[in-house]
């Protein structure tokens, strides 16, 4: 039985050493399934998400993540990447799969034909960041979903951006972002929790400032 979402949420660690237990590939492809049902803005599914597993490509992984051992121990890592440029690109496969799905009239979508592009024009330097904002999301999924399903994870911010793209073909690709690395596969620790501050300390109570108490 999977774990519902609160237990998932509160029993979640960040593991660091993984059982060489493979995963098997139909639970795999349920993670991705469930990674890819995040949301994401305007629907335009801009992540572009590379499953690291081949023994030589997870060690050149690991030597773009500053040698951390769990992407070599992982069955599998996810290389969360977005493509900054999809909102400005050609989105028809998106308007499509709206309109076939009944979520989106035809009215919605022609909206949407000015609208997206308009958006994504003047969000300007901060496109990476949009980007990066719907991959975080894909990758948060993939953590909570991972965790229910009885595997555990570790998000990795240490890697060299430029090094991960060189390692998964995305040399050529600027247009292409690196948001995050996230090993999955079975704990062989225990976990511990760091624990959280208490709510006063990062949470406020309609303006910055006034502590949340709860
Ligand atoms: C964006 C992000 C980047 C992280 N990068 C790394 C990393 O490169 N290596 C690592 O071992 N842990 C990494 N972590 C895991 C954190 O250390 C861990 O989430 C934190 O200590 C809280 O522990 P918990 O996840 O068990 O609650 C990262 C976590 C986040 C959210």
Same mark, same amino acid.
């Given at each position: 039985?999977?774990?519902?979402?609160?237990?998932?949420?509160?029993?979640?660690?960040?593991?660091? /050493? +993984?059982? *060489? #237990?493979?995963?098997?590939?139909?639970? $795999?492809?349920?993670?991705?399934?469930?990674?890819?049902?995040?949301?994401?803005? %305007?629907?335009?599914?801009?992540?572009?998400?590379?499953?690291?597993?081949?023994?030589?490509?997870?060690?050149?992984?690991?030597?773009?993540?500053?040698?951390?051992?769990?992407?070599?121990?992982? *069955?599998?890592? +996810?290389? +969360?990447? /977005?493509?900054? &440029?999809?909102?400005?690109?050609?989105?028809? *496969?998106?308007?499509e799969q709206g309109l076939a799905t009944g979520a989106w009239s035809e009215a919605t979508v022609s909206y949407f034909k000015t609208a997206i592009p308009q958006f994504y024009a003047n969000v300007g330097d901060?496109?990476?960041?949009?980007?990066?904002?719907?991959?975080?999301?894909?990758?948060?999924?993939?953590?909570?979903?991972?965790?229910?399903?009885?595997?555990?994870?570790?998000? $990795?911010?240490?890697?060299?951006? !430029?090094?991960?793209?060189?390692?998964?073909?995305?040399?050529?690709?600027?247009?292409?972002?690196?948001?995050?690395?996230?090993?999955?596969?079975?704990? &062989? !620790?225990?976990?511990? #929790?760091?624990?959280?501050? *208490?709510?006063? %300390?990062?949470? +406020?109570?309609?303006?910055?400032?006034?502590?949340?108490?709860?």
């Amino acid at each position: 039985m999977p774990l519902d979402v609160p237990t998932a949420i509160a029993q979640r660690r960040s593991i660091k /050493t +993984f059982k *060489p #237990n493979a995963i098997a590939p139909d639970l $795999l492809k349920q993670l991705v399934e469930l990674t890819v049902a995040a949301p994401s803005s %305007y629907n335009i599914q801009g992540w572009r998400i590379i499953l690291v597993q081949d023994a030589a490509q997870k060690a050149a992984l690991a030597e773009a993540a500053w040698g951390q051992a769990q992407i070599v121990q992982a *069955p599998v890592t +996810f290389v +969360f990447a /977005t493509d900054v &440029s999809v909102g400005t690109g050609d989105l028809t *496969p998106v308007y499509e799969q709206g309109l076939a799905t009944g979520a989106w009239s035809e009215a919605t979508v022609s909206y949407f034909k000015t609208a997206i592009p308009q958006f994504y024009a003047n969000v300007g330097d901060k496109a990476r960041e949009y980007g990066i904002k719907d991959a975080l999301i894909a990758a948060t999924h993939l953590m909570l979903a991972a965790e229910s399903l009885g595997l555990s994870t570790c998000p $990795l911010n240490g890697w060299v951006e !430029e090094k991960v793209k060189a390692v998964v073909g995305l040399e050529d690709k600027p247009e292409v972002a690196i948001a995050l690395l996230v090993t999955v596969g079975y704990a &062989s !620790e225990p976990r511990k #929790n760091p624990g959280r501050l *208490p709510l006063s %300390y990062n949470v +406020f109570q309609d303006k910055f400032g006034i502590p949340y108490v709860g």
